[in-house]
């Protein structure tokens, strides 16, 4: 699963590298959590790719209220197109999730887990795939815009942390993933596979991480 990420990247180089043509307030985070608005990039015919806040948790149309996103954080790669909760945003709301890096627990023993931060071996953005839904609050009239992560198969890196990773997109596949180019469904779920293991590097970190209320640029500190 992807669980916790850090975007720190300035919001000029998020321009630059994605070619948006919005301009949002972001400031650098090293452990965003569920429910926290994160930042995805869309596509539209009118706009083009923009940069939009949205509540990370997927809350579907049809769901009774906001607690369900809390439990919908990701979207398993092999199931995206059929399951209810994701396959209407699979079809024509999909965005990219701009992340630095990423971390994971690996279970130690029965009580003990460490945590490891996962970054790109070289400068650069991870691009994770993910889907994003809006939700209308009958009793308030509030529209809610939220967003998952999809996961898939780890890399060889990443299996002896964790059974599963973000779904990582080159950018070669970002007009399909965004809908800038006609894909199918089996060729945008043919995007969805483990990034290659050697462009990213992995190293355990110290326990702040595992607090939401930690920030800063010590959290991916390396661990003595």
């Known amino acids: 699963m992807c669980g916790r990420f850090i975007l720190k990247t300035p919001f000029s180089e998020l321009v630059r590298l994605y070619n948006l043509t919005n301009s949002v307030n972001l400031a650098p985070r090293y ?34 209220d906001l607690k369900m996103g809390a439990s ?30 990423f971390y994971e627990w690996k279970k130690l023993d029965a009580k003990r887990k460490q945590p490891y931060a996962i970054m790109p071996r070289e ?18 009239g509030e529209t809610v815009q939220s967003c998952t992560i999809v996961t898939t198969e780890p ?3 990443c299996a002896p942390i964790h059974n599963r990773m973000p779904a990582i997109l080159p950018e070669r596949a970002w007009e399909r993933w965004l809908g800038e180019k006609p894909a199918s469904s089996a060729e945008l779920q043919a995007l969805l596979i483990p990034y290659p293991a050697d462009a990213m ?7 702040r991480v595992g607090n939401v209320n930690n920030e800063g ?5 390396p661990a003595a």
Not at 72 to 83: C, D, F, L, M, Y
Not at 89 to 100: E, L, M
Not at 123 to 140: M, Q, T
């Open 31 to 64: 452990n965003v959590a569920p429910t926290q608005d994160v930042a995805v990039v869309r596509s539209s015919a009118d706009q083009g790719r923009t940069l939009a806040m949205v509540r990370w948790g997927l809350v579907p149309w049809w769901a009774k």
């Open 72 to 101: 919908v954080i990701n979207a398993k790669a092999e199931t995206i197109a059929t399951k209810p909760a994701f396959r209407e945003a699979f079809q024509s709301r999909r965005c990219i999730v701009p992340a630095d890096g």
């Open 123 to 140: 400068s650069g953005l991870f691009s994770f795939a993910g889907l994003w839904e809006r939700w209308r609050d009958k009793a308030s």
């Open 155 to 157: 890399n060889e890196l």
């Open 201 to 207: 590097t992995a190293f355990p970190i110290g326990p």
């Open 217 to 221: 640029p010590e959290l991916i500190e």
